[in-house]
């Protein structure tokens, strides 16, 4: 039993709209008539494309080759035909595209051989190289790949299962763990036994009693390594700091690891997905995504990755006043542009937007400093004069301020009497600070490359110069034996040095002479300053050229 | 297009002023009943000005006019500006504060939220000055009747020195310095009640009542009001304890003058003043100093007014210098 819970500070409770969604089992969706597959489905990561257009595919083939550091692989999530290799818009603020793999599925949904692994009995590496197979990453959203976090094995003494769910609205992570309990358990276990830790906690808001009930009574049978534990429902509970911190006490600064402070953090989602690969030999290839919001039928659906949004959501049925729809919850989602978007595998959860339940922001109004954003920040951050300097462009004093330790959890605008929208301030002055930054590195660049060139030019007239003055030295000595003595026994040059310098003083006093006659231009009527100014450079270079 | 959050908390600066303004009923209802009913007409007339100003320096300003009108901040000032006037002024002086406090210390500086000084102490003291006597000219605890006082108010004549008395400050004060005397004595006259001036003492819990629905309601913290109290009440100790037949006790202090008006509604502007949790304490605890030694040791007898505008002087750099430490910066605990 852990002692205590601990809080960090800030954080906001809007209402949770779980009930909604959370009522109904999960339904596995039907496939859709294509899907599209993101080559990029980790973070900073694209898949090298293993298939071809008119390839037939096996579900849980290999259709992604993951590269780097962060790669993972990507697969098919069904049966079928390659129809396209292109890039599509994915889901991503900016509407950024990316390249991806279509299939038409055949409908039969046929596996490709698949076994499980016996985790216990190879190499920890082996066992890593095959969660990386298997495409895991991070479900929780940033799709971090999971054989990367799970380390070298060594340091970590708390393993931390994150179900909080903290976001409203959402409750894929809530119906996972009613359902599914067992399965998230077993996957929580693999992961503890890979990352060596010593414990499991399992932090699951207490706004879900459902959700811890079952994951109990599932985890009385697995052993005291492992705790649930009911964390109080406060927004945003289920960051992945804010989580850590209130299970353990530890705070994680900006730029640091868990595994820094011995602590590693998990989604119940990527246990489940862990747990499935290595005891079934299944890749990941769908996830549970909740529709809800202004729809006829809320609910949680099992859904193959790459299958559109559109094709999604109308199992759902949007109500006709539906006017947008937003990915993930409702303060750090995303507003999609397109419906074309596929599900990926941090796709947690569609909601419908109508004006009745997510109103337009009513006019900003002049900040009051009134700090309640202050209170509200669960990075304990000053979020008003965030907004000052972001506002007045004053870059470095936002990061003197720790801008960048801003997570956008939007708690600021959530509370912000003046209904600023204060996130938006903090994203505009990130990316700035980031553009500078690329620029700055493209100056230096473009800087060196000049230098550099300014370097070779000069060199390369210096060795023509010298060039120059050794074929005249030789054509010289050439005369000269024709003139003096015989041809045939010239000698060779005692020494070319002399005449190259003469040769070179001579053109040098010619261009002097050739300098001096050309009057120069608007330099009539100097002042005697600028006269004297002009002497001096002129004597600088005088003594230069001597 | 629109970012996330998409949900908003059903809070607006309109809510936030009209809690203050709900907060400000018991102090301005005990005014009503102890001091002088033409409070209500000075609100009046206060809540008019400020809402034409506002609505004129928009116009001028080219802002629109719904939004900034309809915040109920000019209201707050407002009524800050008359409840920290003498009631019996001429209503041009108090049309003439509430000008000096929008016009000048708002909008001047880019109206709301823009303003470095609290405006209703920047009117309090351009008036003090301006107008010295009119603006000492207290009423005795219910001793005008209601038509004599909106005969000062709206009429044109004054026969003060025969209405008007010293107030309890301005008793201690003169009293003091005139010498031969000590608090003790001072404290049997007319113009003193159980632990300030006669029924302003009422006024003061009036305040504290308000203040503690504001601190409930989660608009203004902890820090100003209990760093302000503090502050007063051990500067003041701190005298009173070496010499207590010169200097006023610490309750004396927080029951008089403005000291409780200030402490949760004038002090606590957010606008003019410190933000971080430390910069509140030392901004509160500063104006208490300062005012203390106006009060004790200067030319007027209440010294709130002159303090505040000097710590509203001092508050970017004590925001900058109290930034409290960000999520893991603070040292916490690792294993």
């Given at each position: 039993m852990i002692a205590r819970l601990f809080n960090f500070r800030g954080g906001v409770k809007p209402v949770s709209h779980k009930n909604e969604s959370s009522a109904t089992p999960i339904v596995k969706a039907p496939l859709p008539p294509r899907l599209v597959i993101p080559l990029r489905q980790s973070i900073r990561s694209t898949a090298r494309c293993l298939v071809q257009p008119g390839q037939r595919v096996l579900k849980g083939e290999h259709i992604g080759e993951g590269e780097g550091p962060l790669g993972t692989s990507v697969h098919a999530s069904t049966s079928g035909t390659v129809v396209e290799i292109a890039s599509f818009p994915m889901a991503h603020a900016s509407g950024l595209e990316t390249p991806s793999v279509v299939i038409e599925p055949d409908g039969e949904d046929r596996w490709i051989d698949h076994a499980p692994l016996d985790y216990r009995n190879v190499s920890r590496n082996a066992a890593l190289a095959y969660l990386r197979n298997s495409g895991i990453v991070g479900m929780g959203g940033a799709g971090f790949p999971t054989h990367v976090k799970l380390g070298n094995g060594s340091g970590i003494d708390t393993l931390v299962i994150n179900g909080a769910e903290c976001e409203p609205w959402i409750t894929c992570d809530d119906r996972l763990m009613r359902e599914r309990a067992a399965e998230v358990l077993s996957g929580a276990t693999i992961l503890r036994e890979l990352i060596g830790a010593r414990r499991v906690l399992i932090g699951i808001e207490d706004n879900k009693p459902e959700a811890i009930t079952a994951m109990r009574a599932a985890a009385s049978g697995v052993g005291d390594t492992l705790e649930i534990v009911p964390v109080p429902t406060l927004y945003p509970a289920g960051g992945e700091k804010q989580l850590i911190r209130v299970l353990t006490g530890i705070e994680i600064a900006q730029g640091k690891l868990g595994a820094d402070f011995g602590v590693q953090c998990f989604n119940v989602g990527t246990a489940q997905a862990v747990h499935r690969a290595i005891h079934h030999g299944e890749p990941l290839l769908s996830r549970i995504v909740t529709l809800t919001g202004n729809v006829a039928h809320p609910g949680n659906y099992e859904v193959l990755l790459g299958t559109p949004v559109d094709a999604l959501l109308k199992l759902a049925g949007p109500k006709a006043d539906t006017d947008r729809y937003i990915m993930g919850g409702p303060m750090m989602g995303i507003d999609l542009q397109s419906l074309k978007v596929p599900v990926v595998k941090g796709t947690n959860c569609v909601i419908s937007a109508s004006p009745a339940l997510f109103p337009p922001p009513p006019p900003e109004l002049p900040c009051i400093r009134c700090g309640a954003c202050a209170r509200a920040c669960p990075a304990d951050l000053q979020p008003f004069e965030l907004y000052w300097f972001s506002r007045a462009k004053n870059f470095g004093k936002t990061q003197e301020y720790h801008l960048f330790d801003c997570i956008e959890c939007g708690c600021c605008a959530f509370v912000c009497p003046s209904r600023i929208p204060l996130v938006d301030y903090y994203r505009f002055a990130k990316s700035e600070i980031w553009a500078r930054e690329r620029d700055l590195k493209a100056s230096d660049q473009a800087r060196d490359r000049f230098e550099f060139r300014n370097f070779r030019q000069e060199r390369e007239k210096e060795e023509k110069a010298a060039k120059l003055a050794a074929k005249a030295a030789e054509t010289r000595a050439k005369l000269a034996d024709g003139t003096s003595a015989g041809a045939a026994e010239a000698p060779p040059p005692v020494s070319d040095e002399d005449p190259k310098k003469a040769l070179i003083a001579a053109a040098l006093a010619r261009a002097k002479q050739q300098k001096a006659a050309v009057t120069p231009q608007n330099t009539e009527d100097l002042s005697p300053e600028t006269q004297a100014e002009i002497d001096e450079i002129e004597a600088r270079r005088e003594k230069l050229n001597d | 297009m629109i970012h996330s959050p998409y949900i908003r908390k059903p809070a607006s600066v309109q809510s936030v002023m009209l809690t203050v303004l709900i907060?400000?009923?018991?102090?301005?209802?005990?005014?009503?009943?102890?001091?002088?009913?033409?409070?209500?007409?000075?609100?009046?007339?206060?809540?008019?000005?400020?809402?034409?100003?506002?609505?004129?320096?928009?116009?001028?300003?080219?802002?629109?006019?719904?939004?900034?009108?309809?915040?109920?901040?000019?209201?707050?000032?407002?009524?800050?500006?008359?409840?920290?006037?003498?009631?019996?002024?001429?209503?041009?002086?108090?049309?003439?504060?509430?000008?000096?406090?929008?016009?000048?210390?708002?909008?001047?500086?880019?109206?709301?939220?823009?303003?470095?000084?609290?405006?209703?102490?920047?009117?309090?003291?351009?008036?003090?000055?301006?107008?010295?006597?009119?603006?000492?000219?207290?009423?005795?605890?219910?001793?005008?009747?209601?038509?004599?006082?909106?005969?000062?108010?709206?009429?044109?004549?004054?026969?003060?020195?025969?209405?008007?008395?010293?107030?309890?400050?301005?008793?201690?004060?003169?009293?003091?310095?005139?010498?031969?005397?000590?608090?003790?004595?001072?404290?049997?006259?007319?113009?003193?009640?159980?632990?300030?001036?006669?029924?302003?003492?009422?006024?003061?819990?009036?305040?504290?009542?308000?203040?503690?629905?504001?601190?409930?309601?989660?608009?203004?913290?902890?820090?100003?009001?209990?760093?302000?109290?503090?502050?007063?009440?051990?500067?003041?100790?701190?005298?009173?304890?070496?010499?207590?037949?010169?200097?006023?006790?610490?309750?004396?202090?927080?029951?008089?003058?403005?000291?409780?008006?200030?402490?949760?509604?004038?002090?606590?502007?957010?606008?003019?003043?410190?933000?971080?949790?430390?910069?509140?304490?030392?901004?509160?605890?500063?104006?208490?100093?300062?005012?203390?030694?106006?009060?004790?040791?200067?030319?007027?007898?209440?010294?709130?007014?002159?303090?505040?505008?000097?710590?509203?002087?001092?508050?970017?750099?004590?925001?900058?210098?109290?930034?409290p430490p960000v999520f893991g910066h603070r040292g916490g605990k690792a294993r």
């Open positions: - | 907060a400000l009923i018991p102090g301005i209802a005990a005014y009503v009943w102890q001091i002088a009913a033409v409070v209500l007409v000075n609100l009046v007339i206060a809540t008019v000005t400020a809402l034409l100003a506002e609505a004129a320096m928009l116009k001028v300003r080219g802002r629109p006019l719904a939004p900034a009108l309809s915040d109920l901040s000019a209201v707050v000032t407002a009524w800050l500006v008359v409840l920290c006037f003498p009631p019996i002024l001429p209503w041009w002086a108090t049309v003439l504060g509430v000008l000096i406090a929008i016009v000048a210390v708002k909008h001047l500086y880019g109206g709301l939220g823009q303003n470095p000084f609290n405006p209703a102490m920047v009117a309090y003291c351009a008036m003090i000055i301006a107008f010295p006597s009119l603006m000492s000219q207290w009423p005795p605890a219910g001793q005008l009747d209601l038509q004599t006082q909106l005969d000062l108010v709206l009429g044109g004549v004054r026969e003060l020195d025969a209405i008007t008395g010293a107030t309890a400050l301005d008793a201690i004060r003169t009293g003091l310095r005139a010498g031969n005397t000590s608090v003790d004595a001072l404290l049997t006259q007319s113009a003193f009640g159980q632990f300030g001036g006669r029924g302003w003492e009422w006024l003061a819990l009036g305040y504290l009542a308000g203040g503690i629905y504001l601190l409930v309601r989660g608009i203004i913290t902890w820090h100003m009001p209990t760093a302000f109290i503090v502050g007063l009440a051990v500067i003041s100790g701190a005298f009173w304890l070496t010499n207590p037949a010169q200097f006023a006790s610490p309750l004396f202090h927080l029951a008089s003058g403005g000291a409780m008006l200030a402490a949760f509604f004038i002090v606590t502007d957010p606008v003019s003043g410190a933000a971080t949790p430390h910069g509140k304490l030392i901004f509160a605890a500063g104006i208490a100093l300062i005012a203390y030694l106006i009060r004790a040791f200067g030319a007027f007898p209440e010294g709130i007014a002159f303090a505040v505008l000097l710590m509203n002087i001092c508050v970017p750099l004590i925001d900058m210098n109290t930034q």
